[in-house]
């Protein structure tokens, strides 16, 4: 059976923070968007365009990564400020913090219970907390350079790491031992996930190559070297057949892993540091200011039998310039949206707070007469 692929085309194209966007997340329900920056902020954006985005403002350095609790009820994230916070994505922005290590905190994930979260980090240790009171469970420390990355399995029972010691490692969560590590890279090795089966895994390097292993052999089962400069990070298609990765080249690549090809090169950004995928949308971050969202409108393929009618470099359609006056007028305009945003945020959390003390007034009131 044949499935028909449509080029991906640009959907939505979000604008708020002030310096390079670092992380990106979809919510489950897939209505809000979490992003981190280099401007310390985290910010929850909602998919429909008459809602605005949240500013939570609360680290004190870059934000370095941040998830959805796989409820979506919560937030984490990550900081190059040595802490992690746990945000409630909602005009409140309220959260809890804790110094999570002694080195920037580069990654921070839940396991799929939600109930554990793993971070990795600058001081070569990853560390496993409890979400309800944060409590500290244990570290696992063989990696002999900074800790890019750290992330469960679909099952929570094991955890996938990837460092600046140019090893993928495989560990396994409940003996706290490392099962193998995976030394095929011949650079920095920034980012690795599990395939959605939990059967193989995926890394990004900075030796500009994506590497997928099974995890059962340890065998290297296919390399892709689709990319010109470093790939910071990877994510798969919850069908398992397509990964997508980011560069510093300024591309995004859609791979086809049944066929073990390249599909599709998406360009729009000056710089990509990362890549998310929601089941039927494909979001990517960048190292610029702007989150933009190409819709992913292709059927899945068949397991069985794959056959596709797409060429394999789709054609670039070209954009009409804007002329300079009135781009910079838009900016403007942006710009004080942006600020008008912010003051409308600051007014309804202090009517919040006015709120909030009014009825203990009112309950003080009850309980004197």
């Known amino acids: 059976m044949?499935?028909?692929l449509v080029d991906p085309t640009l959907e939505r194209h979000f604008k708020g923070h002030r310096d390079a966007i670092t992380s990106v997340d979809f919510n489950c329900n897939e209505k809000q968007i979490a992003t981190g920056s280099m401007d310390s902020c985290v910010m929850i954006w909602n998919m429909k365009p008459q809602m605005r985005a949240y500013r939570f403002v609360g680290h004190k350095d870059a934000v370095m990564s941040v998830q959805f609790s796989p409820s979506g009820h919560l937030v984490a994230s990550a900081s190059r400020d040595k802490t992690v916070r746990l945000w409630v994505p909602s005009v409140k922005g309220e959260s809890t913090v804790f110094r999570a290590h002694t080195g920037t905190v580069r990654s921070v994930r839940f396991s799929p219970d939600g109930q554990t979260l793993v971070t990795s980090s600058d001081d070569k240790t990853i560390k496993f907390w409890t979400v309800h009171r944060q409590k500290f469970l244990f570290s696992l420390s063989q990696h002999i350079n900074w800790v890019r990355c750290a992330k469960f399995s679909p099952d929570g029972q094991l955890i996938v790491s990837a460092s600046d010691d140019k090893t993928v490692k495989l560990w396994d969560k409940n003996s706290r031992?490392?099962?193998?590590s995976f030394y095929e890279h011949g650079g920095y090795?920034?980012?690795?996930?599990?395939?959605?089966?939990?059967?193989?895994?995926?890394?990004?390097?900075?030796?500009?190559?994506?590497?997928?292993?099974?995890?059962?052999?340890?065998?290297?089962?296919?390399h892709y070297q689709v990319h010109s400069a470093v790939v910071n990070e990877l994510s798969f298609h919850s069908s398992g057949n397509y990964l997508i990765t980011a560069s510093n080249d300024s591309t995004l690549k859609i791979l086809d892993l049944l066929e073990g090809r390249l599909l599709y090169t998406l360009h729009g950004h000056q710089v990509s540091n990362a890549t998310?995928?929601?089941n039927?949308?494909?979001l990517h971050r960048s190292g610029s200011k702007t989150l933009s969202q190409p819709t992913q409108n292709?059927?899945?393929?068949?397991?069985?039998?794959?056959s596709y009618t797409q060429q394999q470099h789709p054609k670039q359609t070209a954009v009409d310039s804007i002329p300079a006056a009135l781009a910079s007028t838009?900016?403007?305009?942006?710009?004080?949206?942006?600020v008008l945003t912010q003051t409308v945020a600051i007014l309804e959390q202090r009517l919040t707070l006015t709120e909030d003390k009014l009825k203990e007034c009112i309950e003080m009131q009850h309980k004197s007469s």
Not at 189 to 216: L, M
């Open 2 to 4: 044949s499935s028909v």
């Open 177 to 180: 031992e490392c099962i193998h």
């Open 189 to 222: 090795v920034n980012y690795a996930d599990f395939h959605p089966s939990g059967t193989c895994i995926a890394a990004a390097s900075t030796d500009n190559t994506v590497k997928v292993w099974d995890i059962r052999t340890h065998k290297l089962l296919q």
């Open 276 to 278: 998310g995928l929601s």
């Open 280 to 282: 039927d949308l494909t």
């Open 298 to 306: 292709f059927t899945e393929p068949s397991v069985e039998s794959p």
């Open 330 to 338: 838009l900016e403007h305009i942006v710009g004080q949206l942006d």
